[in-house]
């Protein structure tokens, strides 16, 4: 892997409090992605399943991790099934892991080949009652291929019909919204090389690039820091592009005198950050594009001060709206005769703020977890506010990463410059 090593107490650790959710006398199985194809003898690059990365810290395919902590043979109750190796796929595809390595990089001692996994597991199954599989239930995931896990499930429900089959992703959205101590510094090392991406762009962008040599910009400063990449396809957006906002083309001239939106950020062992940022082709904002940014900044620093303890989701983007609709007034896009008639259903400020400002972040950039709960500590969100006028061909984003804590909140972006003279003063250094 890219990555330094993650000590193995953060996997230990999320396997134990997984457990304590786990009903009486029940199996738990955890499987990879699959390797997804493209055309002729192509595939996609593996991503690994993050939920089984939570609970193992194991990046490669055909793993599974089955979890009985009622196990009657104390050996089983963590086991970890791997793809074995052979000198045909050393040569073809490099290394494997070893038994000895996965115990190592996952703490579970029980580990065997995936071969043996149907043959081990009808030893389990039957001293069992319930069986937590997996599915995603990311509520804006929009799923038209089947996933391994959705095979297993069907394959599963015919094989033993008579056990209690339960969701495990409730509970992995449960346990992931709130971010252990060992994943903070990885959650940091994304942000980390994003902003020296960032502060490379400063110095590059000028009239005349393309968007896509800023990209490139992006990528070498990402895979040279041990990144594999962007956290998520980047969005580099120069003038009315911007106001398209999940605009991916980035193939355009960026002209004197617009301003460029960049929603783009790095991963780093497998955890992502998520910044956006929109800086002056030329320089220099005109008293226009200012007039907009620093609305927006103005809303992205009260919105940030509301991320605290003890929030809920709804109440918070329905004070953010306010602050907008202040905001959009004040920029004379809307009036208060738009306020006073508006859809109580798409308020008035939408026509040019129609997305969400917060999202969980984590292994998922658009993480798991429940809007409905409670803001707590060691969460993780964005704050991302913005403006598009199309008419005028702008759009501003603004966005930082944002830990909560029990004593309010620590802007884990707050080296990354945001600050309109200071993104002037580097870009004309």
């Known amino acids: 892997m890219k990555y330094h090593p993650i000590p193995n107490t953060l996997f230990?650790?999320?396997r134990q409090r997984l457990s304590t959710?786990?009903?009486?006398?029940?199996?738990?199985?955890?499987?990879?992605?699959?390797?997804?194809?493209?055309?002729?003898?192509?595939?996609?690059?593996?991503?690994?399943?993050?939920?089984?990365f939570y609970v193992s810290g194991i990046d490669q395919e055909e793993s599974i991790v089955v979890l009985f902590p009622d196990a009657p043979d104390e050996k089983h109750r963590e086991i970890l099934f791997l793809r074995e190796t052979n000198e045909h796929i050393a040569v073809w595809e490099g290394y494997k892991y070893t038994k000895e390595h996965a115990r190592e990089v996952s703490g579970i001692q029980t580990v065997y080949w995936t071969r043996q996994f149907d043959s081990i597991l009808r030893t389990l199954i039957f001293e069992a009652e319930h069986i937590y599989l997996n599915t995603n239930e990311h509520t804006r995931a929009d799923i038209i291929v089947e996933s391994r896990d959705a095979r297993f499930i069907k394959q599963y429900q015919e094989r033993f019909p008579l056990h209690q089959f339960e969701r495990l992703a409730p509970l992995m959205h449960n346990l992931r919204a709130i971010k252990q101590s060992e994943e903070i510094p990885l959650l940091q090392e994304a942000m980390r090389i994003t902003e020296d991406g960032f502060r490379r762009l400063l110095k590059f962008v000028k009239p005349g690039v393309w968007e896509y040599e800023i990209e490139a910009e992006l990528l070498h400063e990402f895979v040279r820091q041990r990144s594999k990449g962007f956290a998520y396809e980047p969005i580099i957006a120069t003038g009315a592009n911007a106001c398209v906002l999940h605009y991916l083309s980035n193939?355009?001239?960026?002209?004197?005198?617009?301003?460029?939106?960049l929603d783009v950020a790095a991963e780093y062992a497998n955890y992502n950050a998520d910044l956006t940022r929109s800086i002056p082709v030329s320089g220099r904002y005109t008293p226009?594009?200012?007039?907009?940014?620093?609305?927006v900044h103005r809303v992205m620093k009260e919105a940030t001060a509301m991320l605290v303890p003890g929030n809920l989701w709804d109440e918070y983007h329905k004070e953010v709206g306010k602050i907008m609709e202040s905001e959009l007034k004040g920029l004379g896009l809307i009036t208060q005769h738009d306020i006073n008639h508006q859809d109580p259903d798409w308020p008035a400020y939408k026509k040019y703020f129609m997305h969400g400002t917060s999202h969980f972040l984590g292994l998922d950039?658009?993480?798991?977890?429940?809007?409905?709960?409670?803001?707590?500590?060691?969460?993780?969100?964005t704050c991302e506010p913005g403006i598009y006028i199309p008419e005028e061909k702008l759009g501003i984003r603004l966005e930082n990463n944002i830990l909560i804590t029990e004593t309010g909140n620590v802007d884990m972006m707050a080296n990354i410059p945001v600050d309109a003279d200071e993104i002037e003063a580097l870009m004309n250094a």
């Open 12 to 14: 230990i650790k999320n």
């Open 365 to 381: 950039v658009h993480d798991v977890g429940s809007k409905y709960r409670r803001f707590e500590a060691g969460m993780v969100f």
């Open 251 to 261: 193939d355009q001239q960026c002209q004197p005198g617009e301003v460029i939106l």
């Open 21 to 52: 959710l786990l009903k009486p006398k029940s199996i738990a199985i955890l499987h990879s992605n699959d390797v997804l194809p493209t055309n002729a003898d192509g595939t996609l690059r593996f991503r690994q399943n993050n939920d089984l």
């Open 288 to 295: 226009r594009q200012r007039e907009v940014y620093e609305a």
